[in-house]
């Protein structure tokens, strides 16, 4: 039988009075779909195809013995519920009871609504058979050991892993240090603490951490320390009883409860006050949560992720964040580097971006050119991941050609990128004489405004208020010349 992609249930009618079948259809169709059938060789077609919850079978069909036919459905399916279609029951109920073990019967008598409650009932002792069965699997496949069925889950875990989806990278980024760290921490029940600077992904890494632990079934709540004013966050976090506070005019679950049996991540943990500080540690330690203006204390399983722009360490020494807290939450510590120190993973990261972006805008591009990834590498990335975002989005909406270019980065990005080239070529520049500063600094605005014309010497020259020959020869004297792609593009002078 092939399972059905929609909530409604099938059921079978099969018996040799087509007339009645079209009755007892039309009872049922608006909350079944309905086979019908007058044979035993149809009926036992639709059961190999179709995904049949209920079958109802007469005494006789056109070819044979109805009852014969739910006989063998019990024998080939027997979590179908088998239903009799008897003309006389006080006659034929036994029989069929005995012959298929039918679990109900319908009688020409009954009214629609008495036949629409009998399926219904038919329908809720398929579900509680399946579930039965079900529950018999696990109880046969459960371990005797509960530490072995544990360890097993793990196990699962770990090769199901599939390298943290969502944290783009190339294969040569320091970011698959981390992942291999997330593979080897998330199955384990511990709190985690992520740090690293505003942007770089910590959330990322968060929800890579609860995809690939054994609560990854349950909830992943996410909220923002640094968002909420004391007392709404701490609403928030536990909930509130209606008049805890001004405003509170209805009972609110706290995202604890919502995150139970699943993971809590706590953004920019750092920036929480200390009387909230020791909230959270006695929620921790406890187990248990209490909502403001409530007396009773809930039971909660949640696993605490958090994350925190901040040097916590340090935070703890001048006693700003509790050092106690900061144990409970750092059981394991996750740093993510920051996007300067990967240039390696621009490439990879704005083609991601670049994608979803384009799912979002509903434009389309052929992707970047060479160098625009070229520039886009060199620039530092002070906003990191969320900055190269922005760039991305801003370069997508002014494009008008097939691929982004270089032309179309703000003008930090490409300042900034131009800049860190020509230091790169010149490292000595910016702590040389003055001629030599002046010439790097000539440099790099000769690169910029190259890359913004495209590499078009006679507008360059223009902006620049230079002579083509002027032009030509600051660019062999400092050594610059377009990537291949562009030199194609390049106009000549």
Same mark, same amino acid.
Request: hydrophobic letters at 40%; proline letters at 5%; charged letters at 30%.
């Given at each position: 039988?092939?399972?059905?992609?929609?909530?409604?249930?099938?059921?079978?009618?099969?018996?040799?009075?087509?007339?009645?079948?079209? &009755?007892?259809?039309?009872?049922?169709?608006?909350?079944?779909? =309905?086979?019908?059938?007058?044979?035993?060789?149809?009926?036992?077609?639709?059961?190999?195809?179709?995904?049949?919850?209920?079958?109802?079978?007469?005494?006789?069909?056109? %070819?044979?013995?109805?009852?014969?036919?739910?006989?063998?459905?019990?024998?080939?399916?027997?979590?179908?519920?088998?239903?009799?279609?008897?003309? %006389?029951?006080?006659?034929?109920?036994?029989?069929?009871?005995?012959?298929?073990?039918?679990?109900?019967?319908?009688?020409?008598?009954?009214?629609?609504?008495?036949?629409?409650?009998?399926?219904?009932?038919?329908?809720?002792?398929?579900?509680?058979?399946?579930?039965? @069965?079900?529950?018999?699997?696990?109880?046969?496949?459960?371990?005797?050991?509960?530490?072995?069925?544990?360890?097993?889950?793990?196990?699962?875990?770990?090769?199901?892993?599939?390298?943290?989806?969502?944290?783009?990278?190339?294969?040569?980024?320091?970011?698959?240090?981390?992942?291999?760290?997330?593979?080897?921490?998330?199955?384990?029940?511990?709190?985690?603490? /992520?740090?690293?600077?505003?942007?770089?992904?910590?959330?990322?890494?968060?929800?890579?951490?609860?995809?690939?632990?054994?609560?990854?079934?349950?909830?992943?709540?996410?909220?923002?320390?640094?968002?909420?004013?004391?007392?709404?966050?701490?609403?928030?976090?536990?909930?509130?009883?209606?008049?805890?506070?001004?405003?509170?005019?209805?009972?609110?679950?706290?995202?604890?409860?919502?995150?139970?049996?699943?993971?809590?991540?706590?953004?920019?943990?750092?920036?929480?006050?200390?009387?909230?500080?020791?909230?959270?540690?006695?929620?921790?330690?406890?187990?248990? =949560? !209490?909502?403001?203006?409530?007396?009773?204390?809930? &039971? /909660?399983?949640?696993?605490?992720?958090?994350?925190?722009?901040?040097?916590? @360490?340090?935070?703890?020494?001048?006693?700003?964040?509790?050092?106690?807290?900061?144990?409970?939450?750092?059981?394991?510590?996750?740093?993510?580097?920051?996007? !300067? @120190?990967?240039?390696?993973?621009?490439?990879?990261?704005?083609?991601?971006?670049?994608?979803?972006?384009?799912?979002?805008?509903?434009?389309?591009? &052929?992707?970047?050119?060479?160098?625009?990834?070229?520039?886009?590498?060199?620039?530092?990335?002070?906003?990191?991941?969320?900055?190269?975002?922005? @760039?991305?989005?801003?370069?997508?909406?002014?494009?008008?050609?097939?691929?982004?270019?270089?032309?179309?980065?703000?003008?930090?990005?490409?300042?900034?990128?131009?800049?860190?080239?020509? %230091?790169?070529? &010149?490292?000595?520049?910016?702590?040389?004489?003055?001629?030599?500063? =002046?010439?790097?600094?000539?440099?790099?605005?000769?690169?910029?405004?190259?890359?913004?014309?495209?590499?078009?010497?006679?507008?360059?020259?223009?902006?620049?208020?230079?002579?083509?020959?002027?032009?030509?020869?600051?660019?062999?004297?400092?050594?610059?010349?377009?990537?291949?792609?562009?030199?194609?593009?390049?106009?000549?002078?």
């Amino acid at each position: 039988m092939s399972t059905p992609d929609h909530a409604r249930p099938t059921m079978l009618l099969a018996g040799a009075d087509r007339a009645g079948l079209e &009755r007892l259809a039309a009872c049922y169709a608006p909350v079944a779909d =309905v086979l019908q059938s007058t044979t035993r060789a149809a009926a036992r077609r639709f059961m190999e195809e179709e995904w049949v919850q209920v079958a109802v079978c007469a005494e006789r069909l056109a %070819d044979g013995d109805g009852l014969a036919l739910l006989a063998e459905i019990g024998e080939r399916w027997p979590e179908v519920v088998r239903v009799a279609w008897l003309a %006389d029951p006080r006659n034929g109920l036994a029989r069929a009871v005995e012959r298929a073990r039918v679990s109900d019967y319908l009688s020409p008598s009954d009214p629609p609504p008495g036949l629409r409650l009998k399926l219904t009932r038919a329908l809720e002792l398929f579900g509680l058979r399946r579930e039965n @069965e079900r529950l018999a699997l696990e109880l046969r496949l459960r371990p005797r050991n509960p530490r072995d069925g544990l360890a097993r889950q793990r196990a699962a875990v770990e090769r199901g892993f599939d390298h943290a989806p969502g944290i783009l990278r190339s294969p040569e980024s320091c970011m698959n240090a981390v992942c291999e760290t997330i593979r080897r921490v998330a199955p384990y029940d511990i709190n985690v603490l /992520i740090t690293g600077e505003s942007g770089t992904g910590k959330e990322l890494c968060a929800r890579a951490l609860h995809n690939n632990s054994l609560r990854r079934a349950g909830p992943f709540v996410a909220e923002n320390c640094a968002a909420l004013p004391d007392e709404l966050l701490a609403a928030e976090l536990f909930g509130h009883r209606r008049g805890a506070f001004t405003g509170a005019v209805a009972d609110r679950v706290g995202l604890f409860e919502q995150a139970d049996g699943g993971t809590l991540f706590l953004d920019e943990i750092g920036d929480m006050s200390a009387a909230l500080q020791a909230k959270l540690l006695r929620v921790l330690q406890e187990g248990e =949560v !209490r909502p403001l203006g409530g007396t009773e204390r809930r &039971r /909660i399983d949640v696993r605490v992720i958090a994350a925190t722009n901040r040097d916590l @360490e340090a935070d703890v020494a001048s006693g700003r964040f509790r050092r106690d807290l900061y144990y409970r939450l750092a059981t394991f510590s996750l740093h993510v580097p920051p996007l !300067r @120190e990967r240039p390696e993973d621009v490439a990879a990261l704005a083609q991601g971006i670049l994608e979803e972006t384009m799912e979002q805008l509903g434009k389309r591009v &052929r992707g970047f050119t060479a160098e625009a990834l070229a520039c886009m590498r060199a620039y530092a990335w002070p906003g990191n991941v969320r900055e190269l975002q922005n @760039e991305v989005k801003r370069m997508l909406v002014l494009a008008q050609g097939d691929r982004l270019g270089a032309e179309l980065l703000s003008p930090r990005v490409l300042h900034g990128s131009a800049g860190a080239a020509v %230091d790169r070529e &010149r490292p000595l520049a910016l702590r040389g004489t003055l001629r030599d500063r =002046v010439e790097a600094l000539e440099a790099r605005i000769l690169k910029e405004t190259l890359i913004r014309n495209r590499w078009n010497k006679t507008r360059a020259a223009q902006e620049l208020g230079l002579s083509r020959v002027g032009l030509r020869a600051k660019l062999e004297r400092y050594g610059l010349e377009p990537v291949p792609e562009q030199a194609e593009l390049a106009g000549e002078i």
